[in-house]
């Protein structure tokens, strides 16, 4: 139900008028605003996870690669020593 000054009654009988919503969605639009701005001050994550990934699942590679170089030459220097 409403009437000409903008009020709304809900069902458990509390009013609530047009003029107080409005207000909540402009102090929700600006505390939004701030937010997005905050966010972009954040470095980028998911960039920096990446670059961490990347070493994460390199190393081990590399040093089966250096184990195996090694024991390559050390076969190669047991063989022709």
Do not use: C
């Not at 009013?15 to 919503?21: N, P, S």
């Amino acid at each position: 139900m409403g009437d000409e000054n903008g009020e709304r009654v809900s069902d458990d009988g509390a009013r609530i008028r047009l003029i107080d919503v409005y207000r909540e969605v402009i102090s929700l639009g600006t505390r939004l605003a701030v937010l997005t701005e905050q966010v972009k001050d954040v470095p980028d994550h998911e960039s920096r996870l990446r670059k961490l990934e990347k070493w994460r699942y390199g190393l081990p590679f590399a040093g089966l690669l250096a184990v195996v170089s090694a024991a390559l030459s050390a076969y190669g220097w047991l063989r022709h020593g």
